[in-house]
């Protein structure tokens, strides 16, 4: 039959048991028992690489997904850090080992939407028409500020009204590709969310 346990030993096997939790999470992943029920939680599940979208430093994510028995799609249950990162070699911060819940978080946006101008309502609106809102925006404003030539009449080609921020989740080709068509627009001001 068990002892009974005092109330020292009741906080000491709790501390013990979130200590567990919380190290995992962190990628610091100890002993073969936790590796165990890692490996039966992670069965049959789909990996995928990311990026923690959180912060500057960008660490490198692998997402566990699997299908959701009720709604039928695929459902990510389970992040950690991505061990083959450059950046931060599976360990991840307290921010990013709680990523999860921001993935599932019912007030997270997942479509676009826009105030119209007078109007207190966000609306949601398709990407579709996102994108030709962006576009049209883009083209007025280029065309009513593009400034050719400067006061002493040498051409300086610059668009210098509107400005362009890029996530730190972007890849470096995605990157570069998004600067070069800026510059060819004359736009001056761009900035990236690494930077910050
Ligand atoms: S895990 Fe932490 S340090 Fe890494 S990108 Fe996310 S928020 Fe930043």
Redesign the pocket.
Known sequence: MNAPMNRRQFFKICSAGVATSSAVGLGLSPGVAVAEVRAFKLARTTETRG?????????G?IMYSKQDEATKKNKIIHIE?DPDHP??KG???????G?LDMVHSPNRLTHPEIREAGSKEWKKISWDEALNKVARHMKNDRDANFVEKNDKGVPVNRWATTALLVS?TTSNEAGYLLVKAARGMGMVSLDTQARI
């Open positions: 990026t923690c979208p959180y912060c500057s430093v960008s660490c994510l850090g950046v931060n360990s991840l911060c307290p921010k990013g080992a990523v730190s």
